[in-house]
């Protein structure tokens, strides 16, 4: 085993980092995963409302882990007010996040048409 030769790599130099006692300093930001629509938001809120929306603003996520018609249903609220859910096409993989103890969140960043109607348009990020 002593003629095979170590090639180094960035993962290699990694590890002899923590291996020599350096430290791993968590992420300094949160990370972006995905951008989406609300979906139902023409249920709940009407356009009047989507006047107060501003980009930037921060949406929250609520799981409804007994929800009748999607069991990784992810509710979504703008200041409190339900807007509507994350799309039920998107949100298998955030709800398991957010099952296992992670939180994300939204930040808007647009309303805009979407067909016949109009919607909030946001990114998605976990907090780490």
Do not use: C
Request: no cysteine; glycine share 8%; charged share 25%.
């Amino acid at each position: 085993m002593a003629n095979i030769e170590k090639i180094p790599t960035e993962i290699g130099k990694y590890i002899g980092y923590i291996h020599n006692g350096g430290e791993v300093e968590p992420f300094i930001s949160d990370i972006y995963l995905i951008s989406l629509p609300v979906a139902g938001l023409h249920y709940y809120i009407d356009d009047d409302f989507l006047d107060n929306v501003k980009r930037d603003d921060q949406l929250k996520f609520y799981r409804e882990k007994n929800n009748p018609r999607d069991e990784h249903a992810i509710l979504v609220r703008y200041d409190g007010v339900k807007v509507g859910y994350i799309p039920r096409n998107s949100n298998k993989i955030l709800s398991n996040l957010m099952d296992g103890g992670k939180e994300i969140y939204g930040i808007v960043s647009n309303v805009s048409d979407y067909g016949a109607y109009k919607t909030i348009w946001f990114k998605v990020f976990l907090r780490e």
